[in-house]
């Protein structure tokens, strides 16, 4: 059963780095789209972009100047950095398994903007 | 982008109810979508994809209709479990763009 686990801090000062990790358990990291989905209080799923495992990123154009993907497949693990955030950015993030229809997601970690 | 609008946003009904959700695409999406139910402080879960096509283990009560830019979810009796919130997903470009959600509540 493929798995996937959202770690990173909570809590992010205004213009400072959000990082995330998402730790995949269950199957390979290899030959499959990674993706981080955000959800805003009482907003709709924000798809903020893919990693494949070739490196191969493709991010929403309206987060693209701030956001960074990267994989590790030694850990079986991706990463999400978004830059600059604001109050704006608080939200629960997803990682998820993006391979066409969304079958696979993590749990959620809720992430809060501020000082 | 392509933008989802779903209606109703918030839907009252009862047990037993046959219920309706529409979601319709800014522009021609054939049957690239998905619908996804999500319950309060848990992730999404895959109820149809391809317009119509019913994943694995979701009962059949749940049933996907439409192509083009007009689609339908429909759950022909409600249970108490399926008061959740419906999100439908479009699948032909990227970025990937959900609708603004519909909350089935009693």
């Known amino acids: 059963q493929v798995q996937l686990q959202e770690s990173g801090p909570g809590l992010v000062k205004p213009s400072e780095t959000l990082s995330l990790t998402c730790t995949v358990s269950?199957?390979?990291?290899?030959?499959?789209?990674w993706a981080w989905i955000r959800q805003a209080p009482g907003k709709r799923l924000e798809w903020i972009g893919y990693?494949?495992?070739?490196?191969?990123?493709y991010y929403n154009p309206s987060l693209r100047s701030r956001v960074a993907m990267s994989l590790d497949t030694s850990k079986d693990q991706f990463s999400l950095q978004l830059r600059s955030v604001t109050a704006a950015d608080t939200a629960v993030y997803f990682c998820?398994?993006?391979?066409?229809?969304?079958?696979?997601w993590g749990q959620g970690t809720l992430v809060t903007v501020s000082s | 982008d392509i933008q989802l609008t779903q209606s109703p946003s918030f839907l009252s009904a009862s047990v037993g109810d046959r219920v309706t959700i529409t979601c319709r695409a800014s522009?021609?999406?054939?049957?690239?979508l998905g619908w996804y139910q999500q319950k309060p402080g848990k992730a999404p879960n895959l109820l149809i994809y391809?317009?119509?096509t019913l994943q694995n283990g979701v009962p059949s009560r749940f049933s996907g209709s439409g192509s083009g830019t007009e689609f339908t979810l429909t759950i022909s009796s409600l249970r108490p479990e399926d008061f959740a919130s419906y999100y439908c997903?479009?699948?032909?470009?990227?970025?990937?763009?959900f609708g603004q959600g519909t909350k089935v509540e009693i």
């Open positions: 998820a398994r993006d391979n066409a229809y969304i079958l696979y």
């Open positions: 391809a317009a119509s």
């Open positions: 269950g199957a390979s990291i290899r030959n499959s789209f």
């Open positions: 990693v494949y495992d070739t490196g191969t990123t």
């Open positions: 522009q021609d999406i054939s049957t690239y």
């Open positions: 997903q479009q699948l032909l470009n990227y970025p990937r763009t």
